[in-house]
């Protein structure tokens, strides 16, 4: 029987006199592709939202690995393995493409302030470690020959790969893609297709926002 990681129930949100989120219920099994769709104005920027504390529902649950995470903050959130991307790219444009992923493996950095400060071995080691990491990750979506440039001056689409790249860093158990599609011609439409596939067959699970049908009629697992 498949595994539900992800479930919300009767989530509502409203924002003054605004519903932008009416009773919605639905559920992410372990390792599969969900693609969320729905017209423009539906809510579902919103659903990742209140997903990744960004805002908390007004009533109803969300359930994420067995824990309630309704009131959890939004570090507390990316902690438990919850990651995203948005619609619009939000990189660190002046940091490069390797800093951008390294400050996300950051998350679960254990040495702290004072280790950074004093470089004590221990902090020097999960430098380290979370560099080499991230490389890693540059390697499996693909843009590592591009570590040293300015995320600023990589071409569109490999922001775009940088995007997941950085969520990937916060080692997720469900990573959330909004429209990762967005502004892609048909060719780089099929090899993110061909990535979003990889990516769960690496065992992360993942909703997908798309209204690209040709997108998600070809790796969604459930719609
Ligand atoms: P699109 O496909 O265009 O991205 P969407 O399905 O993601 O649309 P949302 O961005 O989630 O839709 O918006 C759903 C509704 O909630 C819209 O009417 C939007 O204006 C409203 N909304 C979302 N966030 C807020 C907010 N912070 N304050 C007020 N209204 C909001």
């Given at each position: 029987?498949?595994?539900?990681?992800?479930?919300?129930?009767?989530?509502?949100?409203?924002?003054?006199?605004?519903?932008?989120?009416?009773?919605?219920?639905?559920?992410?099994?372990?390792?599969?592709?969900c693609a969320l769709i729905g017209?423009?104005?539906?809510?579902?920027?919103?659903?990742?939202?209140?997903?990744?504390?960004?805002?908390?529902p007004t009533s109803g649950t969300i359930t994420f690995a067995g824990?309630?995470?309704?009131?959890?903050?939004?570090?507390?959130?990316?902690?438990?393995?919850?990651?995203?991307?948005?619609?619009?790219?939000?990189?660190?444009?002046?940091?490069?493409?390797?800093?951008?992923?390294?400050?996300?493996?950051?998350?679960?950095?254990?040495?702290?302030?004072?280790?950074?400060?004093?470089g004590t071995p221990r902090a020097r080691r999960e430098e380290r470690e979370n560099r080499e990491r991230a490389h890693e990750i540059l390697k499996f979506i693909g843009?590592?020959?591009?570590?040293?440039?300015?995320?600023?001056?990589?071409?569109?689409?490999?922001?775009?790969?940088?995007?997941i790249a950085r969520a990937l860093g916060t080692n997720p158990?469900?990573?959330?893609?909004?429209e990762p599609a967005a502004g892609f011609n048909p060719a780089e439409k099929q090899e993110l297709n061909e990535l979003i596939l990889n990516i769960r067959d690496q065992g992360y699970t993942v909703l997908l926002i798309e209204h690209d049908m040709n997108v998600v009629m070809k790796i969604s697992d459930r719609i």
């Open positions: 029987m498949s595994e539900k990681l992800l479930e919300l129930k009767n989530v509502t949100i409203k924002f003054g006199g605004i519903t932008a989120l009416n009773e919605v219920n639905f559920h992410v099994n372990k390792g599969e592709i017209p423009n104005g539906a809510g579902k920027t919103t659903v990742f939202n209140v997903v990744t504390g960004v805002y908390t824990t309630k995470i309704n009131k959890q903050k939004r570090f507390q959130i990316t902690g438990m393995g919850i990651a995203r991307t948005f619609q619009n790219i939000r990189l660190w444009g002046d940091m490069t493409t390797l800093e951008n992923v390294i400050t996300a493996t950051d998350v679960h950095k254990k040495s702290g302030l004072m280790g950074a400060l004093f843009i590592d020959a591009y570590a040293e440039v300015a995320a600023r001056n990589l071409p569109y689409g490999h922001q775009r790969r940088l995007e158990k469900l990573l959330c893609l909004d």
